[in-house]
């Protein structure tokens, strides 16, 4: 399948291609010296949002890549074509066959269903502040509010006594990357009131260190939900770097 639609322009200096990919916009961000093995990240929501990383990412000869999603508390669907998407940027780029999933906020979300669903596609997986406790972010449940109800309902259709019962939570997939050896890099605000790290983001952390998994975790100091990433994302870049 060639891409359709395409449009040329930068991302920070770095060339950028604009598509359709299976009826959804799509792009790819090219560095200037590529690194031997074409490696990539591929940012699952919020395409350009906090971009220290992906730049740092780029000058270190990466590629960068995203494909927007129906919703962004992610159906299955959308991992799918996460998925599809990284098997064709291979086959059609000659990209590495294996990427890092970058997820901030409910992008983290995304990344983990992609990593648990679909280890064979990731060598490591970076999460920021990520949801991964529905009941606490968008129900409101716990500490945050439940501003973000209405629309998580109304794009996902479930109602709240049916998410109560669910065990498809992104929480519900952690033991899953463990089991498959995804090392995971954690960041988040100890003050977030939008996604609290102590339902959310700690809830992963406990989980990778009872079973062994590989994980580092940073938590800033005072930080709410925003700024996400690091100012100085050298942490990241070098875990990314080791696992690629």
Known sequence: MKATNVQESLFYG???LTFDFNGRQAFLVFPKEPDAGKNFL????YFGAFPNLEIAMLERGFHLAH?????????PTDTERQAAFIQWLHEEYGLASRCTPVGMSCGGMQAIYLSAKHPELVNACYIDAPVVNLLSCPAGLGRAGNGMWPEF????GI???????????PLDYVPAMVASKVPLFLVAGDSDGVVPYCENGDLVDRIYRKMGGDITTIVKPG?????????????IAAFILKHS
């Not at 494909?67 to 159906?75: A, F, G, P």
């Not at 109602?159 to 939570?169: A, W």
Request: with cysteine; net charge negative; proline share 9%.
């Open 67 to 75: 494909v927007q999603n129906e919703t962004r508390w992610c159906k």
């Open 223 to 235: 930080c709410d939900h925003h700024p996400h990433g690091l100012e100085d994302p050298t942490p």
């Open 153 to 156: 309902e109304q794009a996902m």
């Open 159 to 169: 109602s709240l006594p049916e998410l109560i019962g669910s065990r498809e939570h």
């Open 14 to 16: 770095f060339k950028q």
């Open 42 to 45: 591929l940012k699952t929501e």
